[in-house]
């Protein structure tokens, strides 16, 4: 059995819980990473920008870099294509947005991404990469800024490329590597190869964090255990589970209380729909302290259906709370709802979020899988680039 983590070490940054919540495009705003951060101790990264919409100063690129005040270390996932817009943006992050972190995407497996030659797509031009990753580390090295990256196991069965994606990571100097356990090709869908993770770790002096599949804090206890990982990262598990980090937290103690004989996992006591109004209500009110009252209550519209996954609510009381534009209104509606419903333990361990079937095939540029370098390739970014990996 793989020694538990405590902390997490990624070069000049430590974070007190080995826990890590992937950015998602449109969900980690700064309200949401400080509502999870007020659960339980973590890394929080920000919803992935752009290097090319950074560096030209397009407008909603910089929008997305807001942070809120509490932020102690502020960490910033980057997508990118090219060498010297990935440089110059690193560079930005660190000098004018005081940034701790940078994590770098090389694992978006959405067609718009991949058809440009970018995110899960990227890694198998190995020296392409290397060339990516050597200017992003150069760009941080002056402000003692760790560079990190996120990938998958490769386009699909037949063209892996995590192994090659960890090698060029340690021999640039990149601080560790996050390895989701799918495939581009897999999406979202079927289950993520922890086996996988667990070659990565064997494979690399760096440290690994594992991702894919954790719905609960046991699963976090559970892929430790079976890879060795230093740390885990969470994506669509925290979709309307804010507190998953406060079980996480729980979870990773020097020497968490084993309840009953169960395994050192916890779980404080599952949530009431009672508790759960009053976390909804906190993340309607912190979108709306950084957005604005109406444009937050709208934005917050997204999250109702996985907050209450599983509780009894009426389809008309779901209905209303989709159309919400007003805290009072939200308030008004939350009122309808049974403060005594305790927690659905059937959704326990089960899936959140966009799962979907896999793709047919990967979409990628004409000719990319004719050779395996890439250096100096020309490849379209746009500014605009939003999708989350």
């Known amino acids: 059995m793989a020694a538990l983590p405590t902390s997490l070490t990624l070069g000049s940054v430590r974070v007190d819980t080995p826990v890590v919540l992937a950015p998602m495009a449109g969900i980690t705003n700064a309200a949401y990473r400080r509502l999870c951060a007020e659960q339980g101790a973590g890394l929080y990264v920000c919803e992935m920008i752009t290097s090319r919409g950074l560096v030209e100063g397009d407008e909603t690129t910089r929008k997305m870099l807001v942070f809120d005040e509490l932020e102690t270390i502020r960490s910033v996932q980057l997508y990118g294509t090219d060498p010297v817009y990935i440089g110059k943006a690193v560079e930005i992050l660190c000098a004018d947005f005081g940034v701790a972190h940078v994590d770098l995407n090389f694992g978006c497996p959405v067609p718009k991404v991949t058809r440009k030659g970018g995110g899960g797509a990227l890694p198998w031009k190995r020296g392409l990469l290397g060339e990516i990753l050597t200017s992003a580390v150069a760009a941080a090295a002056p402000y003692d800024v760790p560079v990190t990256m996120k990938t998958r196991k490769g386009l699909d069965d037949d063209h892996l490329t995590y192994l090659d994606a960890g090698r060029i990571a340690q021999e640039t100097g990149v601080a560790a590597i996050a390895l989701h356990g799918r495939t ?206």
């Open 184 to 389: 581009v090709q897999q999406a979202y869908s079927g289950e993520a190869d922890w086996d996988a993770i667990a070659a990565l770790v064997e494979h690399v002096d760096i440290p690994v964090l594992g991702n894919g599949d954790i719905w609960e804090a046991a699963d976090a206890l559970r892929m430790v255990e079976q890879t060795g990982v230093a740390g885990v990262v969470v994506g669509r598990g925290c979709l309307g589970r804010p507190w998953l980090f406060r079980d996480l937290a729980a979870a990773f103690r020097p020497s968490p209380v084993v309840d009953e004989g169960r395994s050192p996992v916890s779980r404080p006591g599952l949530p009431t729909l009672g508790e759960v109004k009053v976390m909804m209500r906190r993340h309607a009110e912190l979108l709306s302290e950084h957005m604005g009252e109406e444009r937050g209550c709208k934005e917050f519209r997204k999250h109702i259906t996985w907050y209450l996954k599983g509780f009894p609510a009426g389809g008309e009381l779901r209905h209303q709370l989709a159309l919400v534009d007003s805290l009072a209104a939200l308030d008004v509606l939350l009122d309808g709802l049974d403060d005594d419903a305790p927690f659905p333990e059937r959704e326990l361990g089960t899936p959140r979020g966009r799962q979907g079937a896999p793709r047919k095939k990967v979409v990628l540029p004409d000719g990319w899988l004719d050779d395996t370098d890439g250096r100096g390739s020309q490849l379209r970014e746009d500014a605009d680039e939003t999708t989350g990996g």
